[in-house]
């Protein structure tokens, strides 16, 4: 009996396997869910709600001077910052970027906000004692499970976009800019 139905016992834990997996790393809140708030010390030192920042757009970016890919797409965001920080939009006062760094190390996080030129004010370390289960405050709230992760939240606080690329998040400001 098992060696007719083998190969089924097989595809099913391969398949059981690479589900789990999707589940596991698919991120907790979706669009129209309201965005957590938290409540977190900035770089500077000074104390800070994501709340605060209700009235803009605001792109909540899950990253570490560790990871690779997190790096790589720092570019893009430092492009899509200079092009919408000053601009003007029918819904909102502006666009923010606000990055959590998933970091055991806060020297080696602070040295990569400078080398890849992160100059936005919102900054903070998620301390974790195990980047592989992102046990830190912030990354437990919202389920973080793998970097990068990113949430663009609308002016009233809801989630619109979840892991967009910074070409996705730009055509769907450009809707919104005031002519």
């Not at 006062?93 to 998933?102: I, K, P, R, T, Y």
């Amino acid at each position: 009996m098992l060696k007719k139905y083998g190969w089924l016992i097989a595809v099913l834990i391969v398949a059981g396997f690479y589900i789990g997996r999707y589940l596991y790393f698919m991120p907790k809140f979706t669009n129209g869910r309201s965005a957590p708030n938290f409540t977190a010390k900035l770089i500077d030192g000074s104390e800070f709600e994501l709340s605060d920042l209700e009235g803009q757009y605001v792109f909540l970016d899950f990253w570490g001077s560790w990871c690779g890919p997190c790096r790589a797409q720092n570019p893009s965001i430092v492009a899509l910052y200079q092009q919408y920080q000053n601009q003007s939009f029918t819904d909102a006062e502006g666009f923010l970027v606000f990055s959590v760094g998933v970091e055991k190390d806060s020297s080696r996080w602070a040295r990569a906000i400078s080398q890849d030129r992160l100059n936005w004010r919102y900054h903070v370390m998620d301390q974790s004692s195990s980047l592989k289960f992102f046990n830190g405050e912030i990354s437990s709230l919202y389920g973080i499970t793998e970097v990068p992760t990113s949430y663009l939240i609308d002016p009233q606080g809801q989630i619109i976009g979840v892991n967009m690329e910074a070409e996705q998040v730009a055509r769907l400001l450009d809707q919104r800019l005031s002519k």
